[in-house]
């Protein structure tokens, strides 16, 4: 990740996850509130956090720890897809719920994606798959899908 855009003036910053952050990732990871929406269920023991962390997170093409201060506190995701689909990445993302509404996911987005194109050049379109009663992921999409670099602009001829 380059330096210069994985910590912002908020003092949030992305980096990738480590073992030592599975005290961390199990406050948030075992919360129900948190995990409603995931296509995981909550996290309830701390091998179980060891576990996903070696085995999902850590390996993941693009998956980073969303941090405050350096305290693990969520994630971010990006998966870039493969064949006909390969020009398109599917976001996810999952915070603690002590920081729900404070704009950090926002954040967080907009320090991702210039790295995400750079490191992935095929990828044209994110796509995120939000549920319609999840109105604070449905904010956080509408937030990145209005900014000016959701998308690369491409010109086909």
Same mark, same amino acid.
């Given at each position: 990740?380059?330096?210069?855009?994985?910590?912002?003036?908020?003092?949030?910053?992305?980096?990738?996850?480590?073992?030592?952050?599975?005290?961390?990732?199990?406050?948030?990871?075992?919360?129900?509130?948190?995990?409603?929406?995931?296509?995981?269920?909550?996290?309830?023991?701390?091998?179980?956090?060891?576990?996903?962390?070696?085995?999902?997170?850590?390996?993941?093409?693009?998956?980073?720890?969303?941090?405050?201060?350096?305290?693990?506190?969520?994630? %971010?995701? @990006? !998966?870039?897809?493969?064949?006909?689909? +390969?020009?398109? *990445?599917? #976001?996810?993302?999952?915070?603690?719920?002590?920081?729900?509404?404070?704009?950090?996911?926002?954040?967080?987005?907009?320090?991702?994606?210039? %790295?995400? @194109? !750079?490191?992935?050049?095929?990828?044209? +379109?994110?796509? *995120?798959? #939000?549920?319609?009663?999840?109105?604070?992921?449905?904010?956080?999409?509408?937030?990145?899908?209005?900014?000016?670099?959701?998308?690369?602009?491409?010109?086909?001829?």
């Amino acid at each position: 990740m380059d330096d210069d855009n994985n910590e912002s003036r908020s003092g949030i910053c992305l980096r990738p996850f480590k073992a030592s952050d599975v005290d961390e990732f199990l406050k948030w990871a075992s919360d129900d509130r948190v995990t409603h929406y995931l296509r995981w269920n909550s996290i309830t023991s701390k091998q179980q956090a060891l576990d996903y962390i070696n085995n999902v997170a850590i390996p993941h093409p693009w998956r980073q720890s969303i941090c405050l201060c350096d305290h693990s506190i969520g994630y %971010i995701s @990006f !998966k870039p897809q493969t064949g006909d689909n +390969r020009c398109k *990445a599917h #976001v996810s993302y999952c915070l603690a719920v002590e920081h729900w509404g404070k704009g950090i996911v926002t954040e967080a987005l907009k320090m991702a994606l210039p %790295i995400v @194109f !750079k490191q992935f050049p095929q990828v044209l +379109r994110l796509e *995120a798959l #939000v549920e319609v009663e999840n109105k604070g992921s449905k904010g956080v999409r509408e937030s990145w899908v209005s900014q000016r670099g959701a998308t690369k602009e491409v010109c086909i001829l």
